[in-house]
């Protein structure tokens, strides 16, 4: 669920329903059109041109709304997503597209290979973040305790916000360390 949660996925699915009706509304303005030049009639130069600018003029509103919407969600920073009780949100070995920021919840850090939970995480943790420094796999596999809601920070941008903040960096470094350390002498136990 990493990168296509279902609330986006349904964004995406209400985008596409929307082009489909603006170029909808513009099949019917060019059949009304077609209509009015086969059969010029009194009541089709009416209804031609009463209807058919209307039509149009709502595909091409709808049609730069859905643009609009596309592009802020390409360009946003973070996205939010929401996870069910009892989810994954990702796995060990999975590839590091993004980092994580508990908005509400928890989530279990689990160790896959020793199906241990060596964590839990609440509001105003993060995680995620080891494989995107170490440019490594995840670590471990993080599920949901309670219904989470997270804000993602795409890899470029949490790279970007680790650069320009400096005091991010170093928190971040520190927890990465912390974090690795503990993993290293929890492995060295067993």
Request: proline share 3%; glycine share 6%.
């Amino acid at each position: 669920m990493s990168r296509s949660s279902p609330g986006h996925a349904q964004s995406a699915v209400w985008i596409r329903w929307l082009k489909v009706t603006s170029l909808g509304l513009t099949l019917i303005a060019l059949l009304l059109a077609l209509q009015f030049t086969y059969r010029t009639t009194g009541a089709t130069l009416f209804f031609f041109s009463t209807i058919a600018p209307v039509l149009v003029v709502a595909a091409i509103i709808i049609f730069l709304w859905t643009e609009i919407l596309e592009f802020r969600q390409a360009h946003r920073l973070f996205s939010i997503e929401h996870y069910p009780a009892g989810a994954t949100i990702f796995r060990q070995g999975d590839p590091a597209h993004c980092a994580y920021f508990i908005r509400k919840g928890r989530v279990a850090v689990v160790d896959e290979e020793t199906s241990t939970t060596v964590g839990e995480l609440s509001a105003g943790d993060y995680f995620g973040e080891i494989a995107l420094v170490t440019n490594q796999p995840r670590t471990a596999t993080v599920r949901t305790v309670s219904q989470v809601e997270v804000a993602v920070l795409g890899k470029e941008n949490f790279l970007t916000m680790m650069r320009l903040l400096p005091a991010s960096e170093e928190v971040i470094l520190n927890t990465v360390q912390s974090r690795v350390a503990n993993d290293t002498n929890r492995r060295g136990k067993e």
